[in-house]
Structures are given as structure tokens and as C-alpha cells.
């Protein structure tokens, strides 16, 4: 059984985690590494054409910098 980031156990056989990990590492044993070379330049060309090289300046000047999350609560 797997648990949950609280360390609750739930009904199923793995957690999303472990299903996220096996679905990435299968598709990485069926199309190669190449793949998502392959798929992440597309995305960078999509976004650039999208948002312009001055977005990548914009997102690069904010790397590293820590940033404040909110949370909702239920209720």
C-alpha cells in the first residue's frame, strides 16, 4: 500500500508519485532520452514565439530567488 506525503496509508497500490515515476521512466525505455530533448526545445520555441526573448530575461533574472507560497485551506 501507499502513503501519502502525511504518511497516510491509502487503499491503492502506489502512490502518483511512483505512477508518475514508472510512467516517466517507461517512456524514457520506449522513445530515449532524445525524446525530451526533443520536446523541451519544442516547448522553449513555442514560448518564445509566444512571450519573445525578453521573457526568458525576465524568468532568468528571477532564478534562485525564493518565493512566498500561499495556501488554501478547506473550509
Known amino acids: 500500500m501507499a502513503t501519502n506525503d502525511n504518511g497516510i496509508t ?3 497500490g502506489m502512490s502518483v508519485r511512483e ?3 514508472r510512467g516517466g ?3 524514457k525505455a520506449k522513445y530515449g532520452s532524445e525524446f525530451y ?3 523541451g526545445r519544442k516547448g522553449g520555441e ?3 514565439s509566444k512571450y519573445g526573448p525578453s521573457f526568458y ?3 532568468g533574472a528571477k ?3 525564493k518565493l512566498k507560497r500561499t495556501t488554501k485551506t478547506a473550509g
Open 10 to 12: 491509502n487503499g491503492g
Open 19 to 21: 505512477a508518475g515515476k
Open 57 to 59: 530575461e525576465e524568468i
Open 46 to 48: 513555442a514560448t518564445k
Open 63 to 65: 532564478g534562485g530567488q
Open 37 to 39: 530533448e526533443a520536446i
Open 25 to 27: 521512466d517507461r517512456v
